[in-house]
Nanobody, 127 residues
């Protein structure tokens, strides 16, 4: 059974940092793609960053480039999203999702291609 469990969200002041974790299980991690998405109230879900299970490929959305970093735990099946210099417009529910194949290209695959999703973790950036 595929499971994706996000953690690490919370309330942070503008300019602060958070690290989100996505603990994955129940599938072949090495040949999958993991993506981080976010959805703010009244807005469409958008891709933030994604990485191959082999860590040989990743993509980052222009809106967070230079501030957010995606990485994978070396010996396990956890994907992290390090978020620095957070802005109020980063406020959203953040989800991780799994696409059961490797992809390559300049951007993350669209959300409809991902087969499994976590429950989400709220990130609120406010003073």
């Amino acid at each position: 059974q595929v499971q994706l469990v996000e953690s690490g969200g919370g309330l942070v002041q503008p300019g602060g940092s958070l690290r989100l974790s996505c603990a994955a299980s129940g599938f072949t991690f090495f040949t999958s793609t993991i993506g981080w998405f976010r959805q703010a109230p009244g807005k469409e879900r958008e891709a933030v960053s994604c990485i191959s299970g082999s860590s040989t490929w990743l993509a980052v959305a222009d809106s967070v480039k230079g501030r957010f970093t995606i990485s994978r735990e070396n010996a396990g099946n956890t994907v992290y999203l390090q978020m620095n210099t957070l802005k109020p417009e980063d406020t959203a529910v953040y989800y991780c999702a799994m696409l059961p194949r490797l992809v390559f290209g300049p951007t993350c695959p669209q959300s409809s291609l991902y087969k499994n999703w976590g429950q989400g973790t709220q990130v609120t950036v406010s003073s």
